[in-house]
């Protein structure tokens, strides 16, 4: 196995980041060149724009590419692979695994080139660089490290922080830093970095005030958890905090939720008036590293993709399935019916279902995708989101491993879950009623009834709990690489119940029978008889701890020794 050396991927690439050309995104096309950035080149407010460019795709580029629904999604439980992958879906993800360390590596990569692009326009920018244009790039790195910093400590743990990656080209020295303290300091960070974006974007796709807001109501959620007193003893700043930002970004941000949920990901929805943030991927012919590779290990079949579609074996588990409203479990091994949660179809593919926007080769010729129905034991609820299709649904801007779709990072769909969250607090319900329109407001755009605070038929009362957050997230956010940091943050305050959440779902085989082909009424959805082992995980607390990769052990012995403050 290939080593990855610890300092060379911590200190980056120290000449920054390779610029893109010919690309769709107007701010990663400019200036259309093909050298390397120097300290020369930070002399107009454009260098120094295109000097960030980078920041918004390659340094994120492996852990876009499959660690991101591995550890979002295969470890949550939300979705599994049938035969490949199998380390993170049950719970096996050892210090080789190859997604645990792309995407370790992919959050130092994203640290480093974000320090460096600091210190170059620090040290380099010229006269011809406007005050607003340098606080803005530097903000815009200062925002990509704190949220690397987020995903390392919430996977690894206590980890480095580094925040000149010059310096520790000679440090023997460097050890990790407790979570604690790496939650304040990447609060801090994000903090400062809210006051230096723009309210509104230079360029679309760029990062406002709102993006950086946006975080801050995330970080506060899960930062409750972890000064916490236990599990009814979420920390109530910080939870003012998350409910704070969370209003902030919903009442004057200016974004909206899209009318429908499936259009969050038909081609072309980048940059769309719900977004807060996405990573920025190109169709780069001949190029590697700036496009989205991700589709290409979704895509369920060669029919539906473009040299690739390696994703037969992936779909959703027999535990997301369950949780969709409308489908009935009869008995243990069986649950049955339909459901009007528009997000079933927009995330999985059930038999059946039509998808017109994308085209399926088949040997009688070309027709609209319409997922097929495939007998036997075992088949899958495929994967449907990020699937934008062949080349010719995306005006010929798509080849094998080479997708233009962007990766949403937040939305503002979660401000209104994280609002209701946080006026839930430390409460065993809450019947506030604008937490109750916020939630609604994501479970009616879903085409669900909206959740009432007492039962329609038996008068009892239903307030909004805990469960009922959580399982809405569940739903709203599948296959988006979410999944896996809500049951961190709740193993922060209440590990037992993270436990529990766990060790009930079934990650095994299934058949889906649909009752009539195409376009069926319902579903019948039946567990594999057969298949009676490694349906289950036994969640506990060395599986909320990622393995530092052993090669890193390797270059830098000092990981192992105990975690100091961030000072």
């Not at 129905?373 to 080349?391: E, H, L, R, T």
């Amino acid at each position: 196995m290939k080593k990855i050396n610890y300092k060379m991927y911590l200190v980056g690439l120290v000449a920054p980041i390779v610029f893109l050309s010919g690309c769709k995104k107007d701010f990663l096309e400019k200036p259309p060149t093909d050298r390397i950035t120097d300290a020369s080149f930070y002399k107009t407010d454009e260098q120094v724009l295109a000097g960030t460019a980078g920041l918004y795709n390659k340094v994120w580029f492996d852990y876009n590419d499959k660690a991101s629904y591995n550890i979002g999604d295969f470890r949550s439980g939300t979705t599994f692979s049938a035969y490949n992958d199998r380390g993170n879906v049950l719970f096996n993800t050892t210090a080789e695994n190859g997604e645990n360390n792309a995407s370790y590596r992919s959050f130092y990569q994203v640290v480093a080139q974000s320090n460096l692009t600091i210190i170059n326009i620090n040290n380099n920018a010229g006269d011809g660089v406007s005050p607003a244009t340098k606080k803005m790039a530097i903000a815009e790195a200062r925002f990509m490290r704190a949220l690397a910093y987020r995903y390392l400590v919430m996977n690894w743990g206590e980890v480095p922080v580094i925040t000149n990656n010059l310096e520790v080209l000679t440090d023997t020295s460097l050890v990790r830093n407790t979570i604690p303290s790496i939650w304040r300091f990447i609060t801090r960070e994000m903090r400062a970095v809210a006051e230096d974006l723009p309210a509104t974007a230079v360029q679309p796709g760029r990062l406002t005030k709102w993006s950086a807001e946006g975080m801050l109501a995330r970080f506060y959620l899960a930062r409750a958890g972890v000064e916490s007193t236990g599990p009814t003893g979420r920390n109530q700043t910080f939870l003012d905090s998350a409910k704070y930002y969370a209003q902030d970004v919903i009442a004057n941000s200016g974004l909206q939720l899209l009318g429908k949920y499936e259009d969050l990901f038909k081609y072309p929805y980048d940059n769309n008036k719900e977004s807060l943030f996405e990573l920025q991927w190109v169709y780069q012919p001949g190029q590697f590293g700036a496009q989205n590779s991700t589709p290409a290990y979704l895509n369920f079949s060669p029919d539906i993709a473009n040299g690739d579609g390696w994703g037969g074996d992936k779909g959703a588990t027999w535990w997301m399935l369950s949780q969709y409203e409308g489908f009935t479990q009869v008995a243990d091994t069986m649950i049955t019916g339909r459901t009007l949660d528009q997000r079933l179809k927009a995330t999985y593919m059930l038999p059946g279902a039509s998808y017109p926007e994308i085209t399926q080769a088949m040997p009688t010729g070309k027709q609209k995708l319409i997922f097929p129905y495939v007998g036997g034991d075992v088949n899958f609820a495929s994967i449907k989101k990020y699937v934008i299709g062949k080349a010719e649904d995306v005006g010929g801007q798509a080849a094998q491993q080479n997708y233009p779709n962007d990766t949403y990072m937040q939305r503002l769909a979660e401000m209104y879950l994280i609002y209701a969250e946080a006026v839930l607090g430390n409460n065993a319900s809450t019947n506030d009623a604008t937490a109750l329109e916020y939630f609604n407001k994501v479970h009616t755009r879903a085409g669900l009834a909206p959740f009432r605070l007492t039962d329609p038929v038996t008068g009892a009362a239903t307030p909004l709990t805990f469960d009922v957050i959580f399982k809405e997230r569940v739903l709203e956010f599948a296959m988006e690489g979410v999944a896996w940091y809500d049951l961190v943050r709740l193993h922060y305050y209440n590990p037992q119940k993270a436990y529990a959440i766990l060790n009930s779902q079934d990650r095994g085989y299934y058949n889906i029978t649909p009752d009539v082909f195409p376009n069926p009424n319902s579903w019948t959805i039946k567990k594999t008889r057969w298949a009676t082992t490694d349906r289950r995980v036994n969640a506990n607390a060395g599986n909320f701890r990622l393995p530092i990769p052993s090669a890193e052990i390797t270059q830098a012995p000092n990981l192992t020794k105990p975690a100091v403050d961030y000072p």
